[in-house]
């Protein structure tokens, strides 16, 4: 069984677009997505919109859960002060913009995502099998990933939330991050996805490809996208 495995979009429509046409040319059995939609990208409605008209599955992450609800801020990922701020003026303005349906859409998303692959038992999150805004970092020690595993009630655990992808095994369960379709934070501008492939045992391999930066950019001008924002997509 193949799987692709969408990490955080966060409104970035070009990014988007070409990870579906990547995937499409790859092909596979379940393409899932591991939620925050929106919020840090100028395309929130039609971001969604795709998401929706491809009939893509996927999981509320704190974004989608802070923008249906019209919050004042939201929770932050423990990024460096000046980031915090240029996200947080993305955030404000993706809110004001975000149509009451959309809204609706994203609330309605599910915590988690379940699916057998393979035989074994397979799990969509945001940030980990019990809350939607608490990072699982790949350093952090065997002892919480195995308290991670016990609450997923899983065999293979996909997320997202830090934006940087890893694979890694504790007991026999597989913990991977998709990483970020629209806001990469591993030092890697590029888009991409997470292809899991599950046949007896379990791969992982990371595609990355090259998207229409410039678009971005010159959309945001466009829409009055706060633009020290979206200078944080530049490479």
Request: charged share 30%; with cysteine.
């Amino acid at each position: 069984m193949k799987i692709i495995a969408l990490g955080d979009i966060h409104g970035n429509l070009p990014a988007l677009e070409v990870v579906l046409r990547e995937s499409r040319a790859e092909g596979y059995d379940v393409i899932c997505h591991t939620g925050d939609l929106v919020g840090f990208a100028p395309f929130p409605e039609e971001t969604v919109a795709l998401v929706r008209a491809e009939r893509i599955q996927g999981v509320r992450g704190d974004l989608d859960e802070s923008v249906s609800a019209q919050a004042d801020d939201f929770g932050g990922n423990g990024v460096d002060g000046r980031v915090r701020r240029l996200e947080s003026l993305a955030y404000a303005w993706t809110v004001q913009r975000t149509e009451r349906i959309t809204r609706r859409h994203l609330a309605d998303l599910p915590f988690d995502q379940r699916m057998e692959a393979g035989g074994r038992r397979t799990v969509f999150v945001h940030a980990n099998p019990i809350d939607v805004s608490t990072s699982l970092w790949e350093d952090r020690d065997e002892d919480y990933f195995r308290d991670m595993g016990d609450a997923a009630e899983a065999d293979i655990i996909v997320l997202g939330h830090t934006h940087r992808p890893y694979h890694r095994i504790v007991d026999g369960r597989h913990f991977i991050n998709a990483g970020s379709v629209g806001y990469p934070e591993d030092g890697d501008p590029r888009t991409g996805y997470a292809v899991i492939t599950v046949n007896g045992n379990v791969e992982v391999q990371y595609r990355r490809f090259p998207y229409d930066v410039d678009r971005l950019l010159r959309e945001a001008r466009a829409r009055r996208f706060p633009q020290e924002s979206a200078a944080l997509f530049k490479a």
